[in-house]
């Protein structure tokens, strides 16, 4: 397997704060990666990294072959590479309609209808909502929409902050296995940032865990979920 | 019985604030300033307010239990009536100039004018997003614009008017590289600065803009090349048809210039608004954090969104500059950017239905208001009233000021606040086509 997206010694900085401290972190093409950490441990920054937003300030970050660094992050979005970012961000004036034409608006394609009816068997809730202002959806629907908008570009790599925050566990269940379905259908690669560790790390082939900036673990979803230090911080009581 | 009291106290406020304000009157008398007081006034504004408070209070007794009915009512009555407003208004406009009479034809140029400029900054403000209370200075670029290139190498309006959208645009540009970063409160200061910068330039280039005293004898528009000269000569209007010169028949000419500028910007917007950029730009209003995860180019949306509200308002400003003939900084003040900044808001952040009827309000309205008033104090010649009749037309503001605080409160989001999607399913095919 080659690494579609791979990091090597990836800092990043808020001013004076330092949110990731050297982070070395591969995905590889048609995977499923699980990033778990605390509350501020720096995994929407390495999210954001990879978008170039804040941009590394050492180390690199190579998609595709081609290093992606220095990269603006529009350019970078431009390369089949998607994200649902943390808090949703859908666009809450616009329909739900709009909202998924402003995923697909960069990528140049053609056939708009055809990707829009796959976003809609992922998630019939959608087709139903269409006409809707994305302000007025429930939760666990706008976060469908964010990730339908994501996938309105036919990314290769889909990058996903925090799916399952705030959503009824049924809604977690379907999104979850609305991500699983995708990556056995079409192939499409996962990077997933989850407070959810134990589904999280049933649903990946590989997992890392990020702690103050810095990757402290990794492995398969199933080593790392019978890790007793894993058990203990991030999983207590999570499936009793 | 807290109404009454409450009443009172309101009462009591507006002693305090318009005795001074209303009451005492300043005239010009031989050895300086006399202070003449004016009592009636105060009583008459005193008691406006004292009523005005009590009634308030009392409807909203009666009304206990559902405070926002009426305003829904009134929501619903204008999504109604918005249907058939636009092309009654669009009829009216049209037809206008067949009504004959010259004072309403002046005040229909002057009310599409803003109107125009009204959509212009919508695109900017309303649908970027972007708060900008310099608009003012893409108006005079453009005003300045045509008047030079007249001037200095003789061109004419038609040839100026691209040139003159095509520079205002060029300084929006400039105006948004330094801004890019900004936003809300910060934007707006930088951009109040932009505005006053131009005007400041105007004034003081003395050499290439006759600084304060402005450009006179700009040239008039011509009509395939007809001019409107009332010498009647050869390659005029009315030698080519062979009718008497009149100034009215050139009046009118420019209201349809005007109406077809103003056409041509709500038509430019509402197309741009169906495609990429224009759905660009809105999102950038909604976020501009998930704009960019989408792969948006932040700066050229934004860059455009300033590039092209800016060339609408050049190309108002070389009308204005045609129509006028004469221009100086004067003209191009910030109440001009205040002025078509609150005609936006007013009209509802967005809607272009919105922005022309705000604009129909705020200088037609006003307009009327005055002489309304003027006509109010010629029926007032009692000696009872001798105090007010002769100070109401001078009120003029203030019952506009307190007209827009009742229609804001009423109307929070602006006359018309929704917002029209710009894509449906059913429409597919168009919009595919469009966004690939
Ligand atoms: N824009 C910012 N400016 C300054 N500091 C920031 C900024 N964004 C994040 N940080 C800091 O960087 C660190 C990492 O934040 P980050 O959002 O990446 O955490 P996280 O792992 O996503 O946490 P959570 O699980 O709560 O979402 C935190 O200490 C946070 O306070
Ligand atoms: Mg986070």
Same mark, same amino acid.
């Given at each position: 397997?080659?690494?579609?997206?791979?990091?090597?010694?990836?800092?990043?900085?808020?001013?004076?704060?330092?949110?990731?401290?050297?982070?070395?972190?591969?995905?590889?093409?048609?995977?499923?990666?699980?990033?778990?950490?605390?509350?501020?441990?720096?995994?929407?920054?390495?999210?954001?990294?990879?978008?170039?937003?804040?941009?590394?300030?050492?180390?690199?970050?190579?998609?595709?072959?081609?290093?992606?660094?220095?990269?603006?992050?529009?350019?970078?979005?431009? *390369?089949?590479?998607?994200?649902?970012?943390?808090?949703?961000?859908?666009?809450?004036?616009?329909?739900?309609?709009?909202?998924?034409?402003?995923?697909?608006?960069?990528?140049?394609?053609?056939?708009?209808?055809?990707?829009?009816?796959?976003?809609?068997?992922?998630?019939?809730?959608?087709?139903?909502?269409?006409?809707?202002?994305?302000?007025?959806?429930?939760?666990?629907?706008? *976060?469908?929409?964010?990730?339908?908008?994501?996938?309105?570009?036919?990314?290769?790599?889909?990058?996903?902050?925090?799916?399952?925050?705030?959503?009824?566990?049924?809604?977690?269940?379907?999104?979850?296995?609305?991500?699983?379905?995708?990556?056995?259908?079409?192939?499409?690669?996962?990077?997933?940032?989850?407070?959810?560790?134990? *589904?999280?790390?049933?649903?990946?082939?590989?997992?890392?865990?990020?702690?103050?900036?810095?990757?402290?673990?990794?492995?398969?979803?199933?080593?790392?979920?019978?890790?007793?230090?894993?058990?203990?911080?991030?999983?207590?009581?999570?499936?009793? | 019985?807290?109404?009454?009291?409450?009443?009172?106290?309101?009462?009591?406020?507006?002693?305090?604030?318009?005795?001074?304000?209303?009451?005492?009157?300043?005239?010009?008398?031989?050895?300086?300033?006399?202070?003449?007081?004016?009592?009636?006034?105060?009583?008459?504004?005193?008691?406006?307010?004292?009523?005005?408070?009590?009634?308030?209070?009392?409807?909203?007794?009666?009304?206990?239990?559902?405070?926002?009915?009426?305003?829904?009512?009134?929501?619903?009555?204008?999504?109604?009536?918005?249907?058939?407003?636009?092309?009654?208004?669009?009829?009216?406009?049209?037809?206008?100039?067949?009504?004959?009479?010259?004072?309403?034809?002046?005040?229909?140029?002057?009310?599409?004018?803003?109107?125009?400029?009204?959509?212009?900054?919508?695109?900017?403000?309303?649908?970027?997003?972007?708060?900008?209370?310099?608009?003012?200075?893409?108006?005079?670029?453009?005003?300045?614009?045509?008047?030079?290139?007249?001037?200095?190498?003789?061109?004419?309006?038609?040839?100026?008017?691209?040139?003159?959208?095509?520079?205002?645009?060029?300084?929006?540009?400039?105006?948004?590289?330094?801004?890019?970063?900004?936003?809300?409160?910060?934007?707006?200061?930088?951009?109040l600065a932009f505005g006053e910068i131009i005007r400041v330039i105007l004034i003081n280039w003395v050499?290439?803009?006759?600084?304060?005293?402005?450009?006179?004898?700009?040239?008039?528009?011509?009509?395939?090349?007809?001019?409107?000269?009332?010498?009647?000569?050869?390659?005029?209007?009315?030698?080519?048809?062979?009718?008497?010169?009149?100034?009215?028949?050139?009046?009118?000419?420019?209201?349809?210039?005007?109406?077809?500028?103003?056409?041509?910007?709500?038509?430019?917007?509402?197309?741009?608004?169906?495609?990429?950029?224009?759905?660009?730009?809105?999102?950038?209003?909604?976020?501009?954090?998930?704009?960019?995860?989408?792969?948006?180019?932040?700066?050229?949306?934004?860059?455009?969104?300033?590039?092209?509200?800016?060339?609408?308002?050049?190309?108002?400003?070389?009308?204005?500059?045609?129509?006028?003939?004469?221009?100086?900084?004067?003209?191009?003040?910030?109440?001009?950017?205040?002025?078509?900044?609150?005609?936006?808001?007013?009209?509802?952040?967005?809607?272009?239905?919105?922005?022309?009827?705000?604009?129909?309000?705020?200088?037609?309205?006003?307009?009327?208001?005055?002489?309304?008033?003027?006509?109010?104090?010629?029926?007032?010649?009692?000696?009872?009233?001798?105090?007010?009749?002769?100070?109401?037309?001078?009120?003029?503001?203030?019952?506009?000021?307190?007209?827009?605080?009742?229609?804001?409160?009423?109307?929070?989001?602006?006359?018309?606040?929704?917002?029209?999607?710009?894509?449906?399913?059913?429409?597919?095919?168009?919009?595919?086509?469009?966004?690939?």
């Amino acid at each position: 397997m080659t690494a579609l997206l791979s990091l090597t010694g990836v800092t990043a900085f808020y001013g004076a704060i330092q949110a990731l401290r050297g982070v070395d972190l591969e995905v590889h093409e048609g995977e499923i990666v699980t990033l778990i950490g605390a509350n501020g441990a720096g995994k929407s920054t390495l999210m954001m990294t990879i978008c170039g937003n804040p941009q590394a300030r050492t180390g690199s970050i190579v998609y595709n072959g081609a290093d992606i660094t220095r990269l603006p992050t529009h350019l970078i979005m431009r *390369q089949r590479i998607a994200q649902a970012p943390e808090g949703r961000r859908i666009f809450g004036r616009m329909t739900v309609y709009e909202n998924l034409l402003m995923g697909a608006e960069v990528s140049g394609q053609t056939d708009i209808g055809t990707v829009m009816e796959q976003v809609f068997t992922l998630f019939p809730r959608l087709k139903e909502r269409m006409t809707q202002r994305g302000g007025t959806l429930s939760g666990g629907e706008q *976060q469908m929409l964010a990730i339908g908008r994501a996938l309105m570009s036919r990314p290769r790599l889909l990058l996903l902050d925090e799916p399952s925050l705030g959503l009824a566990p049924l809604v977690v269940r379907q999104i979850f296995g609305a991500i699983r379905d995708l990556n056995r259908a079409t192939g499409l690669t996962v990077l997933l940032v989850e407070q959810n560790a134990y *589904q999280a790390l049933r649903l990946a082939h590989r997992g890392y865990v990020l702690v103050n900036g810095a990757i402290t673990m990794a492995g398969t979803g199933a080593e790392l979920l019978a890790r007793p230090e894993i058990r203990a911080a991030y999983l207590e009581g999570a499936h009793a | 019985m807290t109404a009454l009291k409450d009443a009172f106290l309101s009462a009591a406020v507006a002693l305090g604030l318009f005795g001074p304000m209303v009451g005492l009157v300043t005239h010009n008398a031989a050895a300086g300033l006399d202070l003449v007081p004016n009592p009636i006034a105060v009583a008459v504004l005193v008691g406006m307010v004292f009523f005005g408070r009590l009634g308030m209070l009392l409807w909203r007794d009666r009304h206990q239990g559902r405070p926002q009915a009426p305003n829904k009512a009134l929501a619903e009555t204008l999504t109604k009536a918005s249907r058939y407003l636009t092309p009654a208004l669009l009829a009216l406009a049209i037809a206008l100039p067949f009504g004959g009479s010259r004072y309403y034809v002046d005040l229909g140029t002057l009310v599409l004018t803003y109107v125009m400029l009204g959509w212009g900054l919508n695109i900017v403000v309303g649908l970027a997003g972007l708060l900008d209370l310099g608009y003012v200075a893409f108006y005079a670029v453009g005003a300045y614009s045509y008047a030079l290139l007249a001037e200095y190498f003789g061109f004419g309006f038609w040839i100026c008017l691209p040139l003159a959208g095509i520079l205002a645009a060029f300084c929006g540009i400039l105006l948004g590289f330094p801004v890019l970063r900004l936003r809300g409160d910060y934007l707006a200061i930088v951009t109040l600065a932009f505005g006053e910068i131009i005007r400041v330039i105007l004034i003081n280039w003395v050499s290439l803009t006759h600084g304060p005293n402005g450009i006179s004898d700009i040239p008039r528009p011509t009509l395939f090349g007809l001019s409107f000269s009332m010498d009647g000569g050869e390659g005029t209007f009315s030698d080519f048809f062979g009718i008497e010169p009149e100034t009215i028949q050139r009046v009118i000419f420019l209201y349809y210039v005007i109406l077809a500028l103003a056409l041509l910007t709500n038509w430019a917007t509402i197309r741009l608004r169906r495609m990429p950029l224009g759905r660009a730009w809105e999102a950038l209003r909604e976020d501009e954090v998930a704009c960019r995860s989408l792969g948006i180019d932040v700066t050229n949306t934004k860059l455009s969104a300033f590039a092209i509200g800016a060339m609408f308002g050049g190309f108002a400003g070389a009308f204005f500059a045609t129509r006028q003939a004469f221009i100086s900084p004067e003209s191009f003040t910030f109440i001009e950017s205040a002025t078509v900044l609150a005609i936006v808001v007013l009209g509802g952040l967005g809607s272009q239905l919105g922005v022309a009827l705000a604009a129909l309000i705020m200088v037609g309205g006003l307009e009327m208001l005055r002489e309304l008033l003027s006509w109010l104090a010629a029926q007032m010649d009692s000696p009872f009233f001798a105090g007010i009749a002769g100070e109401l037309p001078t009120y003029r503001m203030l019952i506009f000021g307190l007209a827009l605080v009742v229609m804001m409160v009423l109307r929070p989001r602006g006359l018309i606040a929704g917002r029209d999607a710009t894509a449906t399913l059913t429409k597919q095919q168009p919009v595919a086509r469009e966004t690939g």
